[in-house]
């Protein structure tokens, strides 16, 4: 099977752009997460969606951030303006809680965001 | 909100060498689990942990969850080369249905030949 996709694996911009990252989770999974990796904060959660349903953005650092779940195959991180301070190693996971126990998220491979 | 401390922070260590490493956090968690990450790659599951005083092994890999629920470890027995990335300890309290993991800052392992 295959795992989370994200593309697009690297992606350079310019300050002031819109920068568009896409994900799709794993096939049957119905819980999405994004996630920020810095060297200075670590893993942070920015957001996560429960069957296309955005559950808690309190991570999302502001107004430029913005996240979609159209369908449960897709969801997409948008940056509108781009800021050099974004850049970062951008992570989807996904999940499918049974039980109501765990939650195993599988990640995806990254994409990696500069912005210049 | 929640947090992890992950210790140590890096570790320089001799192929066939044993290696430990804890979390502690400053509230319980339901559920343990513990990720290594290599270069350009994302997190890649090793363990899962259920239960407090649960003791779990994968292959060369042994991670227990604490009794008090604060705190988990993971022993990596007889190192080789492969071993090397980043591990991360990730807590979660899945309450009132949230799911939300706290991951720690990682350990950053190398493991000389």
């Known amino acids: 099977d295959a795992g989370v996709i994200q593309s697009p694996r690297h992606e350079v911009t310019e300050m002031g752009q819109e920068v568009t990252l896409r994900c799709k989770p794993i096939s049957g999974h119905d819980y999405l997460f994004w996630y920020r990796q810095t060297m200075m904060r670590g893993l942070e959660l920015l957001i996560y969606f429960n069957n296309n349903v955005p559950i808690d953005d309190s991570g999302m650092p502001e107004d430029r951030f913005s996240a979609k779940m159209p369908n449960a195959s897709f969801s997409t991180l948008k940056i509108q303006p781009s800021e050099p301070r974004d850049s970062a190693v951008y992570f989807c996971?996904?999940?499918?809680?049974?039980?109501?126990?765990?939650?195993?998220?599988?990640f995806g491979p990254g994409t990696r965001l500069t912005v210049l | 909100g929640q947090q992890l401390n992950q210790s140590p922070q890096s570790m320089f260590i001799q192929e066939g060498e044993d290696v430990s490493m804890n979390c502690t956090s400053s509230s319980i968690f339901n559920t343990w689990l513990w990720y290594k990450q290599e270069p350009g790659e994302g997190p890649v599951l090793l363990i899962a942990l259920y239960k407090a005083g649960e003791l779990t092994s994968n292959g060369r890999l042994t991670a227990q969850f604490g009794i008090t629920r604060k705190d988990s470890f993971l022993n990596i027995s007889a190192s080789i080369p492969s071993d090397v990335g980043i591990y991360f300890c990730a807590g979660q309290y899945s309450g009132a249905g949230s799911y939300q993991l706290t991951f720690g800052k990682g350990t950053k392992l190398s493991v000389i030949p």
């Open positions: 996971a996904s999940s499918f809680p049974s039980g109501g126990m765990v939650n195993e998220q599988f």
